[in-house]
């Protein structure tokens, strides 16, 4: 089993920046491939970004290249996922995922993942 613990999330005017931390534990994080995923009210959980396990590997969705930044440290057991110029369409629950995989390639369906965190909020108001 991995546990995943999302920290974070907040409120944040448009334009703006947080930066989101999940921290593993009960397993070897290296052996995890890890996503960042988000939720907005009324829609399907969608893939943000996601990193190979040992970050030579990144993915990001297109409405978030060149503003969200997704790093780990295995060191810390910890992935980051840096949101800069933030807008309100950026707003949902955004959930940490692990996968197990040390593969180059990187999945990006939530069905692929394993574990799970439970999410912190996002809301960036106008």
């Known amino acids: 089993q991995v546990q995943l613990v999302e920290s974070g999330g907040g409120l944040v005017q448009a334009g703006g920046s947080l930066k989101l931390s999940c921290a593993a534990s009960?397993?070897?994080?290296?052996?995890?491939?890890m996503g960042w995923f988000r939720q907005a009210p009324g829609k399907e959980r969608e893939v943000v970004a996601a990193?190979?396990?040992?970050?030579?590997?990144?993915y990001y969705a297109d409405s978030v290249k060149g503003r969200f930044t997704i790093s780990r440290d295995n060191a810390k057991n910890t992935v980051f996922l840096q949101m800069n110029s933030l807008k309100p369409e950026d707003t949902a629950v955004y959930y940490c995922?692990?996968?197990?995989?040390?593969?180059?390639?990187?999945?990006?369906?939530?069905?692929?993942?394993?574990?799970w965190g439970q999410g912190t909020q996002v809301t960036v108001s106008s």
């Open positions: 995922a692990a996968r197990a995989s040390r593969a180059f390639t990187i999945a990006t369906i939530a069905d692929e993942y394993d574990y």
């Open positions: 009960g397993r070897t994080f290296s052996n995890y491939a």
């Open positions: 990193i190979s396990w040992n970050g030579g590997n990144t």
